[in-house]
């Protein structure tokens, strides 16, 4: 996506009018990008991607002969149903009618007092309530600030002088062993990312990227936005398929060895980002080999 939520947002129907002639059309080709990629997910099915049945909507979905005749067999069933409700609700009047008014006040059900509306809390998280973080506190080693270069209305190159920090995180990663300083060591380094109103009035963020590595994995999303490193996801990939660990036996080890605090949900998400990063390395790997077979087995004797 070239325009993010947040640029959407600012774009009103009176700005876009009172744009120049030429920025109006670099802004309607991204927008026209936008627009094609939305409709492309939009069609997205179980019939033309990898997505599973489940997720296609219960009336976008294929009716065959079979189908059909079952739900006309349904609906027989549910008009059966209707007369036969039909009969019991008569006789329960007509029982109901002859039953004095006294009885009738002792089998109606008691009533009981609403609940005062003015208690009832408001959606999502209360004001005071206690958050949910990282309890270790790790040394901050580098700092990276991430600036947007142009503005996403106009194309004007933004200056980093007048941009103002709005989020931040940091990623924990391993320095690898050298020669002249043998050993591994953790690195914590802070990322803050700038927003800058251009002159033209328009708020640009700089986000992380993210996007889907191949389509065999679209629910596993790559972003740049992670606690944990490239250096620090290589260790846990080789000490869970190298070294055959659990992640129980993966966070002892981070914990014993590196005095790292990891959730055995972060591991479990870092073997599964890294094994989509590598997937489409590995399938065009697999395709270049069954090309390099096929070929092979249709040469003549004696053919090179």
Not at 263 to 270: D, E, F, L, R, Y
Request: glycine content about 4%.
């Amino acid at each position: 996506m070239r325009l993010s939520d947040h640029d959407l947002l600012q774009l009103t129907e009176e700005e876009l009018l009172e744009l120049p002639e030429e920025v109006l059309r670099r802004l309607s080709v991204k927008l026209l990008y936008d627009l094609k990629e939305a409709r492309e997910r939009l069609k997205q099915t179980s019939r033309n991607s990898s997505r599973p049945p489940s997720s296609d909507l219960p009336w976008d979905k294929t009716n065959t002969g079979t189908e059909s005749e079952e739900q006309q067999q349904g609906q027989d069933e549910f008009a059966g149903a209707d007369d036969h409700a039909l009969d019991v609700e008569d006789a329960s009047k007509t029982e109901f009618e002859e039953k004095t008014p006294a009885e009738a006040d002792e089998t109606q059900p008691t009533k009981k007092p609403e609940a005062a509306t003015n208690d009832r809390l408001n959606a999502g998280k209360q004001l005071g309530a206690p958050g949910y973080g990282r309890e270790q506190k790790i040394a901050i080693t580098a700092e990276e600030h991430h600036y947007p270069e142009n503005c996403v209305r106009c194309d004007r190159e933004l200056k980093p002088d007048t941009a103002k920090a709005y989020t931040a995180f940091e990623t924990v990663d391993l320095e690898w062993a050298d020669p002249n300083q043998p050993g591994i060591r953790l690195t914590n380094t802070k990322h803050t990312y700038y927003e800058t109103v251009c002159t033209c009035g328009h708020c640009t963020q700089q986000a992380p990227h993210r996007q889907v590595s191949h389509h065999l994995t679209p629910t596993i999303l790559l972003s740049e936005w992670r606690l944990v490193g490239p250096g620090l996801a290589a260790l846990i990939v080789c000490l869970a398929y190298r070294m055959r660990l659990s992640r129980r036996r993966t966070q002892e080890f981070l914990n014993d060895w590196l005095g790292l605090e990891l959730s055995v949900g972060t591991i479990h998400a870092t073997l599964h980002e890294s094994g989509a990063a590598v997937c489409p390395l590995k399938t065009n790997w697999w395709k270049r080999y069954k090309t390099v077979v096929c070929c092979m087995s249709t040469k003549r004797p004696g053919e090179n």
